[in-house]
């Protein structure tokens, strides 16, 4: 009878450890945006009258990483690294077309084995422009390819509902994990992937938003007027920022050109628009994902979940405003290749703290399966963990980060690039094309309009970041470049007399 009563006592500590293990592991919430620029949020004060007050709050009562970057800035490349671990030539989906191989295993699915729900809500756009649910997800809320800002076609669960007519893409994003979150027991800890539209182009606002920042002035870069024939030329109600140190001899012929292209300022998306009206729509579609943002966070603050729940904001690469005379990402400037990223984890993160150590999108998935308890990330990742950075330890971290971009069909006038950035300097070479490399000191030079790749001064140091690369490159496997058939439907009617 004791004997038996022991075995009862100790079946009921044992289920209570378990539930009581279960209960304590942390929730996840992690909050993906698209072109969203590392700066473009109101606590930066980059843009003055910008109001973000969700992002600001996080940033408030968590951590702003202030040295994010994504190894491609590009939305396939950067978001299957974020969901992997790995570099873009070791994924293989180095741009928007090509297949998603079928060996790679994402973050979620190791969550699933944890024992955590996992909820996926938005653009997939990885390796492909398919719909379908993916590995790793127990619901499955998505759209094809870059999907549409208004009266969307979700594909729920394998299931394709057309959404109401009027109805917005980001507000029914949030609605459709909102509803999932409430759906959920209070058994098992959850992941949401909540992987925004915005703010992708063409901008479309919510219409609540619609000419919020008419009145607003444009403070565009120095940068902005390097290409540019006649540098006087003035563009809208744009107010000029302060002049700099420019090397006008050493800036890259493909820059200079593609100024007056689709991806330039003389000749944006083919003149569809000026320049002025596309910053302001940017800006205005950035709102409903600052309140999608505020959303979540207040659903974690009423249900009681705050504290034990990890909030992660990022976009998936940046975006230029006129820099060296372009739009858009891909290069390796650093409005293209820095991300905006927060963290708030009231039990890990102190409140307001800023974090200045170089941390990249394939420091995702080892960061948030070590929050929920793997000790050591799977051997495939190529990133790291930066737990340790979020406690505020002394770590040996790392001092450079790589970037990579492959050219593409699609938008052929951006070569491949391969860089390397230090805290001090940023090397950038441009692959077969026949132009110049480029070194900055991105300390005293930072908006990158000085090129010392010619300076005596620098040759060694050139030198030397140039060989980096290619020991990055030669020890991650990534010296071929792994290419595959795709069609672009965009471009077939113009290649159609040379298949």
Request: contains cysteine; negative net charge; proline residues 7%.
């Amino acid at each position: 009878m004791l004997k038996r009563s022991l075995f009862l006592l100790a079946s009921v500590l044992l289920s209570c450890i378990q539930a009581f293990g279960q209960s304590e592991k942390p929730n996840i919430v992690f909050i993906l945006s698209d072109d969203h620029r590392y700066d473009f949020m109101g606590f930066t004060g980059a843009v003055p009258g910008l109001k973000t007050p969700n992002m600001d709050r996080i940033a408030a009562e968590g951590a702003h990483m202030n040295n994010a970057f994504v190894s491609t800035s590009l939305c396939s490349p950067s978001r299957a690294s974020i969901l992997t671990g790995q570099y873009a030539h070791t994924h293989t989906i180095v741009d928007n077309q090509a297949p998603l191989p079928d060996d790679l295993t994402f973050f979620p699915q190791y969550l699933q084995e944890m024992g955590y729900k996992t909820g996926f809500f938005g653009k997939w756009h990885m390796g492909n422009t398919d719909d379908m649910p993916q590995p790793g997800f127990d619901q499955w809320v998505s759209f094809r390819g870059q999907g549409t800002y208004y009266n969307p076609v979700f594909n729920i669960n394998g299931e394709r509902v057309p959404q109401p007519e009027g109805s917005y893409t980001s507000d029914l994003l949030t609605n459709e994990a909102l509803n999932w979150l409430n759906s959920l027991g209070d058994e098992e800890p959850f992941m949401l992937y909540l992987s925004h539209k915005a703010v992708h182009s063409e901008f479309q606002p919510a219409k609540r938003h619609e000419g919020m920042y008419d009145t607003l002035p444009i403070i565009t870069p120095p940068s902005m007027y390097l290409t540019a024939t006649d540098s006087s030329e003035f563009y809208g109600d744009i107010i000029r920022a302060p002049e700099t140190k420019v090397n006008y001899k050493d800036i890259p012929d493909w820059v200079r050109k593609q100024r007056y292209s689709w991806h330039g300022v003389d000749y944006m998306y083919h003149g569809q628009l000026p320049f002025n009206v596309f910053y302001k729509s940017y800006l205005e579609t950035l709102m409903a994902l600052d309140e999608s943002i505020g959303r979540v966070m207040d659903w974690l603050e009423e249900e009681g979940l705050e504290k034990n729940t990890i909030v992660v904001y990022m976009g998936d690469n940046g975006f230029s405003f006129g820099e060296h005379g372009l739009i858009d990402k891909r290069h390796a400037y650093e409005e293209s290749m820095k991300v905006p990223l927060l963290v708030k984890y009231p039990e890990m993160v102190k409140p307001g703290i800023t974090i200045d150590k170089m941390v990249m999108n394939i420091d995702i998935a080892p960061t948030l399966l070590e929050v929920a308890g793997m000790s050591g990330a799977p051997e495939q990742m190529q990133g790291k963990s930066f737990v340790p950075l979020l406690e505020q330890k002394e770590v040996d971290w790392r001092e450079k980060v790589f970037y990579e971009y492959y050219w593409e069909m699609a938008y052929p006038s951006t070569p491949t690039v391969f860089a390397v950035r230090t805290d001090q300097y940023k090397y950038i070479f441009n692959q077969g094309v026949w132009d110049i490399n480029e070194l900055y000191d991105i300390q005293k030079d930072p908006y990158e309009m000085n090129n010392l790749i010619r300076d005596p001064e620098y040759r060694d140091l050139s030198k030397q970041l140039r060989n980096e690369v290619w020991d990055w490159l030669e020890n991650t496997d990534g010296t071929q470049i792994p290419l595959k058939p795709i069609r672009h439907p965009k471009l077939d009617h113009r290649f159609q007399q040379t298949y």
